[in-house]
């Protein structure tokens, strides 16, 4: 019976081995394309085993990284935040292009691992408490950055890095830069402009840059004339004392304010 399993090992293998080439010349491929930034190497192959490794090489990469994922679910269930931040790691390696796999390990480490982290009773220490919540805030940042690196292409991992950078670490000049990278991609909904405004609005030396902005969305019509963005817009045109005659006409809209 050894002996079967392992010729079946051997043959897995020499078709790993053999078809190595073929996937180093697509992956170099698709790198220059951004379908993909990352490569199976010993450091992966440490974390999911010789099986796994030799699974990933033989071109199943899609199924081994959702049964990771499942993997991943139960250690949320479990509380078990480090051994879920290794298996997100793992699995986004293998699939680099699913913006799914980098968005929903962020959110468990910067909301759901970092909210338990300032709850943990065992933790009688309020500064490690912070500093462990911290920690895992960095985490989810870290995850959304390799993942826009990965799909340069993609404005929804640029949204939730400025959701992040806003939320959870009040970095509001980073964030409204997240907003205007994600507002320049194909296909980003109308909201990621005004997102970037709304924060560039609170970095200090960028006012005048932000009411430009805003006041170029006002002028774009009647989808960016959201309630928000007027009374925001009103705001600014006193702080800068822009003239009577250069301010918008928003008496139509007085009634939404």
């Not at 292009?97 to 390990?105: G, N």
């Not at 338990?116 to 220490?125: D, F, L, W």
């Amino acid at each position: 019976m050894n002996w079967r399993k392992t010729s079946a090992l051997a043959l897995i293998f020499l078709f790993g081995a053999a078809i190595l080439p073929i996937q180093s010349r697509l992956d170099t491929a698709a790198r220059a394309a951004h379908f993909r930034k990352t490569a199976l190497d010993l450091n992966l192959r440490e974390r999911i085993g010789q099986a796994g490794f030799l699974a990933a090489l033989s071109g199943f990469r899609s199924p081994l990284a959702a049964i990771l994922w499942i993997q991943a679910h139960t250690a949320w269930e479990n509380t078990e935040w480090g051994r879920m931040a290794g298996i997100f790691d793992t699995v986004t390696t293998l699939q680099p292009r699913s913006i799914l796999y980098w968005d929903m390990a962020a959110w468990h480490m910067a909301w759901n691992a970092a909210v338990a982290a300032m709850q943990n009773e065992k933790q009688p220490s309020e500064a490690l408490r912070i500093r462990a919540q911290r920690e895992y805030f960095r985490l989810g940042r870290d995850f959304l950055e390799r993942g826009i690196l990965n799909n340069p292409d993609r404005y929804q991992l640029r949204v939730q890095l400025g959701i992040v950078l806003r939320d959870k670490f009040e970095d509001h000049c980073a964030a409204a830069d997240a907003f205007l990278k994600a507002a320049a991609l194909p296909d980003a909904p109308s909201y990621c402009a005004r997102f970037a405004g709304y924060e560039m609005a609170k970095c200090p030396g960028r006012e005048r840059e932000a009411y430009e902005h805003l006041r170029r969305l006002y002028l774009q019509g009647e989808s960016q004339r959201l309630p928000s963005l007027i009374n925001l817009l009103r705001d600014m045109e006193k702080r800068l004392d822009i003239p009577q005659g250069e301010r918008i006409d928003s008496s139509a809209y007085s009634d939404k304010t």
